[in-house]
């Protein structure tokens, strides 16, 4: 007894080769977010499905669901954050302000100024981007903190 193969059966086998390639290629280029912080109650806040709190018995709370985000910062005067840039998403909660977004990376400072990295254009200082970092104080002031020196041509 002879088996004899149909032309399709191999084109199907490679075909479904190829679909778990890209499968595992997607995998692996997703990664998470790296907006972690920790608040004066020691409540770790973090990115799973939405922004999710953990309390000190690892107890888990959804503060909203589905968000999305990689960079987070914690507002907890509730006083920068108001002038942050529109780029950034407000998710308000006991009085405090949490910011994330997917763009460029922010943090809030001790003295509760916001800082992040801008893009350098003085028609719009509060675009997100990557050329400076933004300080922007707690009255809603953008101002430049750090940009680069231009590289030099030779």
């Known amino acids: 007894m002879s088996i004899t193969m149909s032309p399709m059966r191999p084109a199907n086998v ?18 998470p977010s790296s907006g972690i912080l920790i ?8 990115f799973y499905r ?12 959804a503060i909203q669901e589905e968000t999305g985000g990689h960079w987070l910062a914690l507002d907890e005067k509730n006083v920068s ?3 942050a840039p529109a ?12 910011l994330f977004g997917d763009g460029a990376p922010l943090t809030m400072g001790t003295d509760v100024n916001l800082f992040y990295a ?10 997100p981007g990557v050329k ?23």
């Open 14 to 31: 490679i075909l479904a080769l190829i679909c778990q390639f890209f499968l595992f290629i997607a995998i692996a280029v997703a990664h």
């Open 39 to 46: 608040d004066r109650k020691g409540h770790v806040y973090f």
């Open 50 to 61: 939405g922004l999710v709190r953990m309390d000190a018995t690892g107890g888990l709370t």
């Open 81 to 83: 954050s108001k002038a």
């Open 87 to 98: 780029a950034y998403k407000r998710v308000t909660m006991d009085g405090a302000t949490f």
């Open 118 to 127: 801008g893009s350098g254009s003085q028609e719009d200082p509060f675009s």
């Open 132 to 154: 400076t970092v933004v300080k922007l104080t707690a009255p809603g002031s953008p101002c430049d903190f750090l940009t680069p020196a231009p590289a030099e041509v030779s």
